[in-house]
């Protein structure tokens, strides 16, 4: 049960647990930045006017063909 819970998603990619947790904080870090800026954006359409995008589509490519 605890190896179900905590190791085999992180296996599935090839990564320890605390890599994993490493990789999902960096992601989460990234998503927040987008979200950030996204927000602004909507308010001041001038500012950060790609950069949510370019995000998203870094973090397409950096994960769109993990555990395969």
Do not use: Q
């Amino acid at each position: 049960m605890i190896n179900r819970i905590f190791l085999d998603h992180p296996k599935s990619v090839d990564e320890s647990y605390f890599e994993h947790m490493g990789f999902a904080l960096w992601f989460f870090s990234r998503l927040a930045t987008a979200a950030g800026a996204a927000l602004v954006h909507a308010i001041l359409p001038c500012c950060f006017e790609k950069t949510a995008s370019t995000i998203i589509a870094e973090l397409y490519e950096r994960t769109h063909n993990r555990g395969k």
